[in-house]
């Protein structure tokens, strides 16, 4: 490149060539060209934009997921800046079985519609304590990870599953 059309002194963005072609003769008074050229993006940056998409396109289907590794974070953080949180947290695991026993009195239920309220009630009062027990030793804590998995597992699956059917 000559050093008429190469930019000095301008400041541009990083991974952004810019060429300023010169003013032409006949046109004294006009303002020069100015073409910018992007850099080509990496491959990283491509694998990280179609992943990105992915998860952007799927977001409903992938809402238990998203609402576990939250869980996770917030039991880090309550564990760090207040482990006796966990104190607090614990009688909560015991609403979802209050709620399936109040339901239950209200509108009694068999089947396969007394099968899903239980196990959403188990799983609520599981994920809950956890996030009790978490909150007081870590999340990361002895078998506290597993724990959280197999309620992760459990609640993506039962996800997809009511979806479908719905």
């Known amino acids: 490149m000559s050093s008429r059309t190469r930019a000095r002194g301008v400041k541009t963005a990083a991974g952004v060539h810019t060429v300023r072609i010169p003013r032409q003769r006949s046109r004294r008074r006009a ?14 940056r491509e694998a990280a934009a179609v992943v990105g998409g992915w998860l952007w396109r ?32 614990a009688p909560t695991a015991a609403g979802p079985l209050v709620w399936l026993l109040l339901m239950q009195r209200r509108r009694p239920a068999s089947g396969s519609v007394l099968a899903w ?18 909150a007081g030793f870590g999340p990361l804590a002895g078998p506290l990870e597993l724990w959280w998995l197999l309620t992760l597992i459990v609640a993506q699956t039962a996800w997809l599953i009511v979806r479908r059917t719905h």
Not at 72 to 85: C, E, K, P, Q, T
């Open 117 to 134: 309220r239980t196990g959403l009630a188990a799983l609520a009062s599981s994920a809950l304590a956890w996030l009790a027990v978490a």
């Open 58 to 89: 799927s977001r409903r289907a992938l809402a238990p997921t998203g609402l576990a590794v939250l869980a996770l974070i917030v039991a880090g953080l309550l564990h760090v800046m207040a482990w006796w949180s966990g104190l607090l947290l």
């Open 31 to 44: 303002d020069p060209f100015v073409i910018v050229v992007p850099e080509r993006p990496s491959l990283a």
